[in-house]
């Protein structure tokens, strides 16, 4: 899995479709693919894009963050600057009460700590709605504090990672967990790395 990202996206629709461009090009090292493929983009039932014949991906922005996950198999990807928000009253909305909770729990250590521990979590919590196609308006989730869940039988993980040393960037992953049968019959897990590229 490889992270393409940015600081310096305007938010503008054409912005977007440029930086995936971009990406898509040194992803596959084809830029004309790269038009061609960027031209083809669909949006899903949930307004997910997707394009026919070409990897999984998720793209996500925030302020003039932006980047874009590529994959082999489904997957997330949000990042999200701190804003100054009613948190308690957020959390205790949209999450899971576990997650909600522990929203709750860094609020008592202080304001600051507390509205990091939402939006490490909201990071989190779109990734895996990305991931699986998902609602951000369902409030059925199950806690995203935890590394793997389980939906539909599949089990996904969730990863916090750093973007660009950024102070106040949140960035998460999830991805589908991978099985696999080595040349021995030997069976077992893969979890992925990533990788990240400033465009």
């Not at 912005?15 to 040194?26: F, M, P």
């Not at 250590?109 to 991931?131: D, M, T, V, Y």
């Not at 369902?138 to 939906?151: A, E, G, H, N, R």
């Amino acid at each position: 899995m490889i992270i393409y990202y940015t600081l310096s996206c305007s938010g503008r629709h054409e912005d977007s479709h440029r930086l995936l461009e971009k990406a898509i090009a040194e992803y596959t090292g084809d830029r004309e693919k790269a038009g061609a493929l960027v031209r083809g983009m669909q949006t899903g039932e949930n307004g997910k894009p997707y394009i026919d014949g070409f990897e999984h991906f998720s793209i996500s922005h925030s302020g003039k963050a932006w980047a874009v996950l590529f994959d082999e198999s489904e997957c997330g990807l949000d990042i999200q600057y701190e804003k100054k928000s009613d948190v308690l009253s957020l959390a205790r909305r949209w999450y899971n009460p576990i997650d909600a909770e522990a929203v709750e729990s860094a609020m008592k250590a202080g304001e600051s700590e507390g509205r990091a521990e939402f939006f490490r979590l909201w990071a989190r919590r779109e990734a895996l709605i990305k991931a699986i196609e998902g609602s951000v308006a369902d409030t059925s989730l199950p806690p995203v504090s935890k590394d793997k869940v389980i939906i539909d039988g599949r089990e996904y993980v969730i990863r916090t990672i750093e973007l660009a040393g950024e102070k106040e960037l949140h960035a998460a992953i999830c991805f589908r967990k991978k099985e696999y049968e080595d040349s021995y019959g030997d069976s077992g897990s893969l979890f992925g790395q990533s990788h990240a590229h400033r465009l």
